[in-house]
C-alpha cells in the first residue's frame, strides 16, 4: 500500500504558522484531537513541526508558563519528509530509524499533501487485506 492510498481516507493536515503562539498551536492540537502541526511558511511550504511531545518537555521545563512563546522558537525545523508514492512500510521503516511519530506528506509536485503517524500505520497494517 502507497501512502497517497492511505491519505484518501485522511482529512488534510493541519497547519500552523511559525509566529503562532503555543497557545494556539496547544488548542489546535486539542480541538483537532492530533498529536502535531506541521509549521509551513506563507507560501504554505513545511519548515518544521510541533508536537504533543514538543509541548510537554516545554511545559515541564517552564512550568506552564510558556502560552506566548512562539511556535517558530520551539518547533523541530530539522523536518523528515514523506513522498506520496511511497510505500507504507518505508515510512514505518523511516519512522523507526529516525525514531520520530509524524512524517508530513508530499506530493509529486512538492506541495504539502498529509501527515501520517504511526497511529496510521498500525491502521493501515491491521486492516489491510493478507494475501
Do not use: W
Amino acid at each position: 500500500m502507497q501512502v497517497k492510498d492511505m491519505l484518501e481516507s485522511k482529512p488534510p493536515p493541519i497547519t500552523i504558522r511559525a509566529e503562532q503562539d503555543m497557545e494556539i498551536a496547544m488548542r489546535s492540537l486539542i480541538d483537532n484531537k492530533i498529536g502535531s502541526l506541521i509549521v509551513v511558511d506563507e507560501s504554505e511550504n513545511p519548515v518544521g513541526i510541533i508536537t504533543e511531545h514538543d509541548i510537554f518537555h516545554l511545559a515541564f521545563r517552564y512550568r506552564g508558563d510558556m502560552m506566548d512563546m512562539k511556535v517558530g522558537d520551539q518547533m523541530t525545523t530539522r523536518l523528515v519528509l514523506g513522498n506520496s508514492e511511497d510505500g507504507i512500510e518505508q515510512i514505518a521503516q523511516v519512522m523507526i530509524d529516525q525514531r520520530i511519530r509524524h512524517i508530513p506528506i508530499m506530493d509529486q509536485d512538492n506541495h504539502l499533501c498529509g501527515i501520517v503517524s504511526m497511529g496510521d500505520i498500525v491502521k493501515a497494517r491491521l486492516t489491510q487485506p493478507t494475501p
